[in-house]
Protein backbone atom coordinates (compact mmCIF):
# COMPACT_ATOMS: atom_id res chain seq x y z
CA UNK A 1 0.00 0.00 0.00
CA UNK A 2 1.17 3.30 -0.62
CA UNK A 3 0.42 5.91 1.35
CA UNK A 4 0.43 9.75 0.14
CA UNK A 5 0.95 12.42 2.99
CA UNK A 6 -0.13 15.90 2.55
CA UNK A 7 2.06 18.04 4.72
CA UNK A 8 1.16 21.83 5.05
CA UNK A 9 3.80 24.95 6.45
CA UNK A 10 2.35 26.41 8.56
CA UNK A 11 3.26 29.27 12.03
CA UNK A 12 4.94 27.14 14.34
CA UNK A 13 2.30 26.60 17.24
CA UNK A 14 4.56 28.43 19.60
CA UNK A 15 4.59 31.22 18.25
CA UNK A 16 1.97 34.52 19.14
CA UNK A 17 0.62 34.86 16.11
CA UNK A 18 0.67 38.84 15.37
CA UNK A 19 -2.08 40.11 13.34
CA UNK A 20 -0.80 42.47 10.30
CA UNK A 21 -1.51 46.58 11.27
CA UNK A 22 -3.70 47.12 8.19
CA UNK A 23 -5.96 44.39 9.40
CA UNK A 24 -5.35 42.22 5.79
CA UNK A 25 -3.43 38.80 7.22
CA UNK A 26 -1.00 37.59 10.35
CA UNK A 27 2.57 39.08 9.79
CA UNK A 28 4.68 36.49 8.93
CA UNK A 29 7.88 38.21 8.39
CA UNK A 30 10.95 36.43 10.50
CA UNK A 31 7.90 33.72 12.21
CA UNK A 32 9.08 30.29 13.00
CA UNK A 33 7.67 28.20 10.75
CA UNK A 34 6.69 24.31 11.10
CA UNK A 35 4.86 21.05 9.88
CA UNK A 36 1.59 21.54 10.75
CA UNK A 37 1.00 19.50 13.98
CA UNK A 38 -1.97 17.08 13.01
CA UNK A 39 0.28 16.61 9.55
CA UNK A 40 3.35 15.38 12.02
CA UNK A 41 0.55 12.90 12.90
CA UNK A 42 0.18 11.91 10.04
CA UNK A 43 3.14 11.33 8.83
CA UNK A 44 3.83 9.49 12.15
CA UNK A 45 1.18 6.85 11.39
CA UNK A 46 2.20 6.35 7.81
CA UNK A 47 5.65 5.38 8.93
CA UNK A 48 4.70 2.98 11.69
CA UNK A 49 2.45 0.80 9.18
CA UNK A 50 5.06 1.24 6.67
CA UNK A 51 7.59 -0.07 9.96
CA UNK A 52 4.97 -2.84 10.62
CA UNK A 53 4.97 -4.08 6.45
CA UNK A 54 1.25 -2.16 6.49
CA UNK A 55 2.50 -0.09 3.53
CA UNK A 56 5.18 -0.32 1.35
CA UNK A 57 6.08 3.55 0.47
CA UNK A 58 5.14 6.83 2.02
CA UNK A 59 5.46 10.11 0.28
CA UNK A 60 5.06 13.60 1.43
CA UNK A 61 3.42 16.05 -0.61
CA UNK A 62 3.53 19.92 -0.16
CA UNK A 63 2.15 22.48 -1.91
CA UNK A 64 3.40 25.95 -1.94
CA UNK A 65 6.72 28.15 -1.49
CA UNK A 66 10.17 26.83 -2.31
CA UNK A 67 10.40 27.16 1.71
CA UNK A 68 8.07 24.49 2.23
CA UNK A 69 11.04 21.75 1.00
CA UNK A 70 12.12 22.11 4.54
CA UNK A 71 8.57 20.92 5.58
CA UNK A 72 9.04 18.03 3.50
CA UNK A 73 12.87 17.49 4.94
CA UNK A 74 11.09 16.96 8.10
CA UNK A 75 8.77 14.60 7.01
CA UNK A 76 11.95 12.65 5.05
CA UNK A 77 13.41 12.21 8.57
CA UNK A 78 10.51 10.94 10.36
CA UNK A 79 10.75 8.35 8.05
CA UNK A 80 8.60 9.39 4.60
CA UNK A 81 10.64 7.59 1.29
CA UNK A 82 10.13 10.92 -0.58
CA UNK A 83 8.42 13.97 -1.09
CA UNK A 84 7.21 15.84 -3.88
CA UNK A 85 6.74 19.59 -3.69
CA UNK A 86 4.51 21.56 -5.55
CA UNK A 87 5.65 24.70 -6.34
CA UNK A 88 3.22 27.79 -6.25
CA UNK A 89 3.52 31.33 -4.75
CA UNK A 90 0.32 31.86 -5.86
CA UNK A 91 -1.81 31.92 -1.95
CA UNK A 92 -3.60 28.74 -2.27
CA UNK A 93 -7.26 27.92 -0.72
CA UNK A 94 -7.80 24.29 0.88
CA UNK A 95 -10.25 23.84 -2.98
CA UNK A 96 -7.00 24.39 -4.71
CA UNK A 97 -4.48 22.48 -2.75
CA UNK A 98 -7.49 19.60 -3.11
CA UNK A 99 -7.01 19.88 -6.61
CA UNK A 100 -3.31 19.80 -6.80
CA UNK A 101 -3.37 16.92 -4.15
CA UNK A 102 -6.00 15.27 -6.76
CA UNK A 103 -3.29 15.80 -10.07
CA UNK A 104 -0.68 14.25 -7.65
CA UNK A 105 -3.34 11.18 -6.60
CA UNK A 106 -3.52 10.85 -10.35
CA UNK A 107 0.63 10.44 -10.90
CA UNK A 108 1.39 8.80 -7.81
CA UNK A 109 -1.87 6.31 -7.40
CA UNK A 110 -1.77 5.86 -3.87
CA UNK A 111 -4.61 3.59 -1.91
CA UNK A 112 -4.40 5.90 0.84
CA UNK A 113 -4.52 9.83 1.44
CA UNK A 114 -3.60 10.50 4.87
CA UNK A 115 -3.92 13.94 5.84
CA UNK A 116 -4.20 16.21 8.77
CA UNK A 117 -7.96 16.88 9.98
CA UNK A 118 -7.23 20.51 9.85
CA UNK A 119 -4.39 23.09 9.51
CA UNK A 120 -3.72 25.37 12.09
CA UNK A 121 -3.29 28.30 10.24
CA UNK A 122 -6.62 29.08 8.51
CA UNK A 123 -8.62 25.87 10.38
CA UNK A 124 -10.39 24.84 7.75
CA UNK A 125 -10.78 21.57 7.85
CA UNK A 126 -11.71 21.11 4.38
CA UNK A 127 -8.93 19.88 2.43
CA UNK A 128 -8.84 16.28 3.06
CA UNK A 129 -13.07 15.93 2.43
CA UNK A 130 -12.64 18.04 -1.26
CA UNK A 131 -9.90 15.87 -2.08
CA UNK A 132 -12.35 12.60 -1.07
CA UNK A 133 -15.02 14.03 -2.98
CA UNK A 134 -12.87 14.85 -6.06
CA UNK A 135 -11.66 11.68 -6.39
CA UNK A 136 -14.86 10.42 -5.51
CA UNK A 137 -13.12 8.53 -2.44
CA UNK A 138 -14.60 7.36 0.74
CA UNK A 139 -13.34 9.10 3.54
CA UNK A 140 -12.85 9.00 7.43
CA UNK A 141 -12.18 12.04 9.33
CA UNK A 142 -10.81 12.65 12.67
CA UNK A 143 -9.11 9.24 13.20
CA UNK A 144 -8.12 8.18 16.68
CA UNK A 145 -7.09 5.22 15.69
CA UNK A 146 -6.48 3.36 12.02
CA UNK A 147 -6.31 -0.61 11.38
CA UNK A 148 -5.75 -1.66 7.73
CA UNK A 149 -6.37 -5.06 7.05
CA UNK A 150 -6.95 -6.72 3.19
CA UNK A 151 -7.70 -3.46 1.31
CA UNK A 152 -10.09 -2.48 4.23
CA UNK A 153 -9.63 0.32 6.66
CA UNK A 154 -10.79 0.16 10.30
CA UNK A 155 -10.96 4.23 11.46
CA UNK A 156 -11.70 5.09 14.86
CA UNK A 157 -13.58 8.47 15.20
CA UNK A 158 -14.14 10.28 18.97
CA UNK A 159 -17.33 11.56 19.03
CA UNK A 160 -19.41 13.44 21.44
CA UNK A 161 -20.24 11.07 24.29
CA UNK A 162 -18.33 8.43 22.83
CA UNK A 163 -16.40 6.61 19.89
CA UNK A 164 -17.44 5.63 16.05
CA UNK A 165 -16.07 3.18 14.24
CA UNK A 166 -15.83 3.27 10.32
CA UNK A 167 -14.77 1.23 7.77
CA UNK A 168 -14.48 1.15 4.01
CA UNK A 169 -12.61 -0.17 0.83
CA UNK A 170 -9.21 1.38 0.19
CA UNK A 171 -8.31 3.70 -1.87
CA UNK A 172 -9.31 6.24 0.38
CA UNK A 173 -8.75 9.21 2.38
CA UNK A 174 -8.53 9.82 6.09
CA UNK A 175 -7.95 12.45 8.38
CA UNK A 176 -6.01 12.76 11.65
CA UNK A 177 -7.26 14.09 15.28
CA UNK A 178 -4.53 14.95 18.22
CA UNK A 179 -4.62 11.40 20.13
CA UNK A 180 -3.62 8.79 17.16
CA UNK A 181 -0.22 8.48 18.28
CA UNK A 182 2.83 10.69 19.01
CA UNK A 183 5.04 11.73 17.01
CA UNK A 184 8.89 10.94 16.83
CA UNK A 185 11.44 13.95 16.91
CA UNK A 186 13.51 13.42 14.06
CA UNK A 187 17.08 12.26 14.80
CA UNK A 188 20.17 14.04 13.72
CA UNK A 189 21.56 11.09 12.07
CA UNK A 190 17.87 11.00 10.39
CA UNK A 191 17.85 14.34 9.48
CA UNK A 192 21.13 13.96 7.92
CA UNK A 193 19.71 11.23 5.73
CA UNK A 194 17.01 12.83 5.01
CA UNK A 195 18.93 15.29 2.73
CA UNK A 196 19.92 12.18 0.74
CA UNK A 197 16.05 11.27 0.31
CA UNK A 198 14.73 11.98 -3.24
CA UNK A 199 12.67 15.43 -3.34
CA UNK A 200 10.73 15.99 -6.84
CA UNK A 201 9.74 19.35 -7.70
CA UNK A 202 6.75 19.76 -9.76
CA UNK A 203 5.47 23.17 -10.65
CA UNK A 204 1.89 24.07 -9.80
CA UNK A 205 1.56 25.26 -13.34
CA UNK A 206 2.12 22.01 -15.18
CA UNK A 207 -0.53 20.02 -13.48
CA UNK A 208 -3.15 22.52 -15.63
CA UNK A 209 -5.32 23.12 -12.01
CA UNK A 210 -7.13 26.17 -11.81
CA UNK A 211 -5.88 27.67 -8.48
CA UNK A 212 -8.00 31.05 -8.28
CA UNK A 213 -9.34 31.83 -4.76
CA UNK A 214 -12.68 31.46 -4.09
CA UNK A 215 -12.75 33.08 -0.92
CA UNK A 216 -11.62 36.59 -0.30
CA UNK A 217 -10.50 37.52 3.65
CA UNK A 218 -12.04 40.69 4.37
CA UNK A 219 -10.70 41.14 7.86
CA UNK A 220 -8.67 39.63 10.76
CA UNK A 221 -8.90 41.02 14.34
CA UNK A 222 -6.92 40.44 17.65
CA UNK A 223 -9.24 39.12 19.77
CA UNK A 224 -10.32 41.65 22.50
CA UNK A 225 -8.20 41.87 25.02
CA UNK A 226 -9.80 40.58 28.57
CA UNK A 227 -10.88 43.17 30.51
CA UNK A 228 -9.98 43.39 34.44
CA UNK A 229 -11.83 41.15 37.05
CA UNK A 230 -13.26 42.87 40.46
CA UNK A 231 -13.15 42.02 44.15
CA UNK A 232 -16.84 42.09 45.52
CA UNK A 233 -17.75 41.78 49.22
CA UNK A 234 -19.73 39.00 49.30
CA UNK A 235 -22.11 36.75 47.99
CA UNK A 236 -25.41 39.34 48.15
CA UNK A 237 -22.84 41.97 46.22
CA UNK A 238 -22.02 39.57 43.86
CA UNK A 239 -25.55 37.84 42.97
CA UNK A 240 -26.47 42.19 42.98
CA UNK A 241 -24.08 42.73 40.35
CA UNK A 242 -24.79 40.01 38.41
CA UNK A 243 -28.24 40.54 37.73
CA UNK A 244 -28.02 44.20 37.53
CA UNK A 245 -24.66 44.97 36.24
CA UNK A 246 -23.40 41.64 33.79
CA UNK A 247 -27.18 40.80 33.27
CA UNK A 248 -26.63 36.91 33.35
CA UNK A 249 -28.81 35.91 36.06
P1 LIG B 1 -7.15 22.56 5.96
O1 LIG B 1 -8.28 22.04 5.13
O2 LIG B 1 -6.50 23.79 5.37
O3 LIG B 1 -7.53 22.76 7.42
O4 LIG B 1 -6.00 21.44 5.93
C1 LIG B 1 -6.26 20.07 6.23
C2 LIG B 1 -5.09 19.21 5.82
O5 LIG B 1 -4.90 19.30 4.41
C3 LIG B 1 -3.73 19.60 6.42
O6 LIG B 1 -3.58 19.06 7.71
C4 LIG B 1 -2.78 18.97 5.40
O7 LIG B 1 -2.66 17.57 5.61
C5 LIG B 1 -3.51 19.21 4.08
N1 LIG B 1 -3.07 20.49 3.46
C6 LIG B 1 -3.66 21.70 3.53
N2 LIG B 1 -2.95 22.62 2.85
C7 LIG B 1 -1.86 21.98 2.35
C8 LIG B 1 -0.75 22.37 1.55
N3 LIG B 1 -0.59 23.63 1.15
N4 LIG B 1 0.16 21.42 1.21
C9 LIG B 1 -0.01 20.14 1.61
N5 LIG B 1 -1.02 19.71 2.37
C10 LIG B 1 -1.95 20.62 2.73
Not at 44 to 51: D, G, L, Y
Request: aromatic share 2%; net charge neutral; charged share 25%.
Amino acid sequence: MKILVPVKRVIDYNVKVRVRSDGTGVDLSNVKMSMNPFDEIAVEEAVRMKENGTATEVVAVSCGVTACQETLRTALAMGADRAILVSTDTELQPLGVAKLLQAICAREQPQLVLCGKQAIDDDANQTGQMLAALQGWPQATFASKIVVEGGEVCVTREVDGGLETLAFTLPGVVSTDLRLNEPRYATLPNIMKAKKKPLDVVPASELGVDLAPRLSTLKVVEPPARSAGIRVADVAELVARLRNEAKVI
